[in-house]
């Protein structure tokens, strides 16, 4: 999907002036709204409902967010930035993760040790 072509049938579909939030949206019976997490997330439930797919909530988008950048092998220091992690609490929900994960930590050694430490209880 390309970005500027969505935005601009944003723009035709949800005609606002100055004043309006960026991202507002016209809802069927109150008018025009900012884009929230909760109608993001709606609509996310509704096209994977209709196409059979597994329900992603908001926060999964962001577990999922980081897992496609780590397979990527971008550096866990440049997902945290771009997922604005304020620490390492990301690592955590990564555990669930391991297989996904381990050939590309078997790669990285200091990383595999990193990782392991914030996921696997002390011995």
């Excluded at 960026?22 to 609509?43: D, M, N, R």
């Excluded at 909530?57 to 999922?64: A, D, E, N, P, V």
């Excluded at 930035?81 to 609490?89: K, V």
Aim: proline letters at 6%; charged letters at 15%; aromatic letters at 8%.
């Amino acid at each position: 999907m390309n970005p500027i072509e969505a935005l601009e049938n944003h723009f035709d579909i949800n005609l606002a002036d100055d004043k309006v939030h960026l991202f507002a949206w016209k809802h069927p019976t109150a008018g025009l709204h900012p884009l929230s997490k909760t109608e993001v997330t709606k609509c996310i439930i509704a096209l994977a409902s209709e196409h059979g797919l597994l329900t992603l909530k908001g926060h999964s988008l962001r577990i999922h967010g980081t897992l496609h950048y780590l397979l990527q092998g971008i550096s866990f220091n440049i997902v945290k930035t771009i997922g604005h992690w304020a620490g390492d609490s990301f690592t955590l929900y990564l555990c669930q993760h391991a297989m996904i994960l381990a050939p590309y930590l078997n790669d990285r050694p200091a990383l595999l040790e990193h990782f392991t430490r914030y996921t696997m209880p002390p011995v």
